[in-house]
């Protein structure tokens, strides 16, 4: 029903810069609170960031706050992810998910590659 396709993914050195962007298509976006996950290599996925419906409620890991910003915009089906001051440990494959009202199963994106070298 939804798909979600991220992007923005790429090489950066410690201390740089990144802008993620997921697009979401198949349904009512601006329903659905939306999340990014990161999995580093060989870790478990892990939780990033989180923006509520209307963008006004966001919630962050503390490994990311204040460096990370999450954001939306409805009109354009998209959620971004504003990464500044990258650090090595950053590094991971970051996933886009949609909380979906009664679906079977949560909707997630095939994910990104972000690498942030020292």
């Known amino acids: 029903q939804v798909q979600l396709v991220e992007s923005g993914g790429g090489l950066v050195q410690a201390g740089g810069s990144l802008r993620l962007s997921c697009a979401a298509s198949g349904g009512t976006f601006s329903t659905y609170g939306m999340n990014w996950f990161r999995q580093p290599p060989g870790k478990e996925r892990e939780f990033v960031a989180s923006?509520?419906?209307?963008?006004?409620?966001?919630y962050y890991a503390n490994s990311v706050k204040g460096r990370f910003t999450i954001s939306r915009d409805n009109a354009k089906n998209t959620v971004y992810l504003q990464m500044n001051n990258l650090k090595p440990e950053d590094t991971a494959v970051y996933y886009c998910?949609?909380?979906?009202?009664?679906?079977?199963?949560?909707?997630w994106g095939r994910g990104t590659q972000v690498t942030v070298s020292p």
């Open positions: 923006i509520s419906t209307s963008g006004e409620y966001t």
């Open positions: 998910n949609a909380e979906v009202a009664r679906a079977r199963a949560p909707y």
